[in-house]
């Protein structure tokens, strides 16, 4: 153990960072904490204990379905999350291959499927003894998502002008509306067809990670870029959810994952902290990425 802070109780074990730890402190956003394999590192910051309502109010604008009913749920337990999604760099470090459609090393990896996040997991846990990271659950994502707020976004509530246009997103996430403005790839998505966008571009992608404004708990990204994979199995509604933030996993039922956060190529109303999606495990797109969770055991 190595000491990080003087005084008073902190989440790295009373002021002490764990053996695998590269980096770590305290600023603004609160505490964190880093791990570096080869010439990689990614941070994570802690995600404090808490109870929030899980799932979006009847009126909330874009609402669907799948999204009630909604419920209290109690985090127990505090816990750590990357404070980007997963990026090329650290994958391909991992993993030793690119599949990525827009490839460059700080951009969020994507074309990953559930099943290949389960080997990034294995892999990267076997090369730093101790790190133990895992897909956050459902409800972790969302309650560190909001960051203590209740409104459709972090940034506050959301008013969706057309279908690829809601002003409130555009200083937090990249999605529809505005992933193709100043597109730095000489190659993208033709987004030209797009109706409705808040800016007008005609080609789009992903963007490189932390580029917008964070959370109040320091995590970027969110909301758009990419799709981030969830530990869950799909349920269609909160039906019998679970109320102490566990993954809410069923094999009886069709076997889909639970994806969160909408993307680059997503409408405005998916970019919101209580939409929901599914995806096969295989399933491998162009905006379907992961962000790592990890519990604090020590």
């Given at each position: ?262 993307s680059w190529s997503g409408e405005a109303r998916s ?11 295989s399933d491998r797109f162009g905006n379907l990425g ?9």
């Amino acid at each position: 153990m190595k000491r990080i802070i003087d005084a008073g109780w902190h989440p790295l074990v009373d002021g002490f960072a764990p053996d695998w730890a590269s980096e770590w402190g305290q600023d603004g956003f609160g505490v964190y904490v880093a791990f570096t394999v080869g010439d990689v590192t990614q941070r994570l910051r802690w995600i404090p204990p808490g109870r929030f309502m899980m799932g979006s109010p009847e009126d909330e604008p874009g609402r669907t379905a799948s999204e009630g009913p909604r419920h209290e749920v109690t985090i127990m337990e505090g816990f750590w999350l990357f404070d980007t999604p997963c990026t090329q760099a650290l994958w391909q470090e991992v993993m030793g291959d690119k599949p990525s459609r827009f490839g460059t090393p700080q951009r969020p990896v994507e074309t990953v499927g559930f099943e290949d996040v389960a080997l990034f997991l294995r892999e990267v846990n076997a090369r730093v003894p101790g790190l133990k990271l895992q897909l956050p659950s459902e409800a972790w994502w969302e309650y560190a998502c909001r960051a203590g707020t209740q409104t459709a976004t972090y940034a506050g509530s959301m008013t969706i002008l057309d279908r690829f246009n809601a002003p409130i997103l555009d200083p937090i996430a990249w999605y529809g509306g505005n992933s193709g403005k100043d597109f730095d790839l000489p190659d993208g998505e033709d987004s030209g067809r797009w109706a409705a966008k808040q800016y007008n571009h005609s080609k789009a992608g992903t963007r490189v990670v932390g580029q917008k404004s964070r959370n109040a708990w320091g995590l970027a990204d969110m909301l758009g870029n990419v799709w981030e994979w969830c530990a869950d199995t799909w349920h269609a509604s909160y039906a019998d959810a679970p109320s102490d933030g566990s993954a809410w996993t069923d094999q009886n039922i069709p076997a889909l994952g639970v994806v969160r956060g909408g993307s680059w190529s997503g409408e405005a109303r998916s970019a919101r902290a209580a939409y929901r999606s599914s995806n096969a495990p295989s399933d491998r797109f162009g905006n379907l990425g992961f962000r790592c969770a990890r519990v604090q055991a020590e």
